[in-house]
């Protein structure tokens, strides 16, 4: 058979923050070749797979250079001869050879490198576009591009707690369509920012990062801009937020501290409350990390009190980890989990999560990470997995419109027969 892998090697390359990250290189033996590229978070949670960080000297501790020889040595020397087309079998050999259950022996960056190159690689090989061959030949439906569009938190430097505030188009016929709504908003609000004389500089996934005066300005600037851009709210163009609360609480528990704001310390009720007011005023249809990811019962009450009109996601507490999202499953923390690949650090495990949310009737919401790379694996992945919807930065930054462009690409090839719904 040719689609037995050849060769393995990995090289050290830069994100979209100047940090290092790894790039993996794979060759069949039918002379097939394939790339990928590694993203990283900055807001992590605390049980996601271990990305391997030399902590030397160089780029601050930061080089990943100890990842890259894992998969030049070890993992390479594991897995060729093996059948690429065989993701489980490979995936599965690489946590076995790490034999830790956070990968953090090997590294998950080492390790995902190897999962995506060798997906990538067994698709080429079978002639057939990454989507098609992750997702069938029903694999037809684009995501609702949830954009986003405003951040604070951890991505940004003003007074804006919550983390980021994406534009949803999920009243557009086709995706390009909802590409176009978010991104004229995307300018609309841009106008408006500096009629108002208010920064346009953007945070990490090149949402605008105004020094609003307060989380309530932050929202009411993006209604502004949807009404001004001629898309009715609620209608055409709704809201997703992801608080990312572990970035405000600095235990990780039921305390919050709202200090880049200014609103000071805060309990799960109060942040409940506050939410209740902003559902009642604002046409917001998702909310991600409402609360931190040791505040089960708040999430569990967040989902009681508003999951039969939201969406409500567990990220940092989930980690696209089977072991979490059962857990969250059982006591009804949260009606959706997101889904970032390297949070558990395979393919063939964050399939795994994603097939779990589906088995409970649970959605799920593809994601970028903060750090990435003009890889568009993500995009394809997302389509493969018919979620409806993805998360991957704003209308500007090379590595967030890659992805961007790549779901127009598919929506095209598909000809005619693409889906597009929120639902
Ligand atoms: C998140 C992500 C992506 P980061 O919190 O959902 O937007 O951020 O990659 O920094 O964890
Ligand atoms: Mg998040």
Redesign the pocket.
């Known amino acids: 058979m040719n689609s037995i892998i050849k060769s393995i090697s990995a090289l050290e390359i830069l994100d979209s923050r100047g940090n290092p990250t790894v790039r993996t290189y794979v060759t069949l033996e039918d002379g097939t070749q394939s790339v990928s590229s590694v ?7 605390q049980n996601e797979a271990v990305e391997l960080r030399d902590g030397e000297k160089r780029y601050n501790g930061a080089g990943v250079q100890n990842a890259v020889n894992n998969v030049n040595t070890e993992i390479a020397k594991a897995l060729i001869g093996k059948n690429a087309s065989n993701q489980k079998d490979i995936d599965y050999t690489m946590i076995a050879l790490d034999g830790t259950d956070n990968k953090s022996r090997l590294g998950a960056n080492a390790i995902l490198g190897v999962s995506m190159a060798v997906a990538k690689a067994a698709a080429i090989s079978a002639n057939l576009p990454l989507y098609a061959y992750l997702g069938g030949t029903n694999a037809v439906r684009i995501p609702v591009p949830c954009m ?1 569009i405003l951040n604070g938190g ?2 940004a430097d003003n007074s804006v707690d919550f ?2 505030f994406m534009l949803v188009p999920h009243g557009a016929p086709t995706f390009k369509e909802g590409l176009r709504y978010v991104a004229e908003t995307f300018h609309t609000l841009k106008g408006i920012l500096k009629s108002k004389g208010m920064a346009t500089s953007v945070g ?2 090149g949402g605008f990062a105004p020094n609003c005066s307060n989380n309530e300005e932050a929202i009411e600037l993006i209604i502004e801009a949807i009404n001004k851009a001629n898309y009715k709210p609620g209608i055409d163009l709704s809201i997703a937020i ?1 608080s ?1 609360a572990n970035s405000f609480s600095p235990n990780l528990d039921d305390n919050y501290d709202l200090a880049w704001s200014g609103l000071g310390k805060m309990t799960t009720s109060d942040l409940i409350e506050k939410s209740a007011e902003w559902l009642e005023k604002y046409p917001i249809i998702l909310w ?2 409402p609360v931190s990811e040791g505040d089960w019962d708040g999430y569990i009450a967040f989902t009681k009190r508003f999951g039969d009109k939201i969406e409500v996601v567990g ?2 507490n989930f980690v696209t980890n089977t072991k979490y999202i059962k857990k969250g499953i059982a006591i009804g923390a949260c009606n959706s989990a ?1 889904i ?1 690949l390297n949070q558990i650090g395979t393919v063939t495990e964050t399939i795994e999560a994603v097939r779990m949310c589906r088995e409970a009737g649970w959605r799920y919401f593809l ?5 990435e790379t003009e890889d568009t694996f993500l995009a394809d992945f997302a389509v493969a997995m018919d979620g409806g919807h993805l ?1 991957t ?1 704003s209308a500007c930054r090379g590595e967030r419109i890659a992805k961007y462009n790549r779901l127009l690409e598919i929506e095209h090839e598909l000809k005619g027969r693409s889906e597009y719904r929120w639902k």
């Open positions: 993203p990283s978070g900055a807001s992590t949670g986003n951890e991505h983390q980021e990490d996934e992801d990312a991600e990390d990220d940092d997101l970032k994601s970028h990470r903060s750090g998360k930065g």
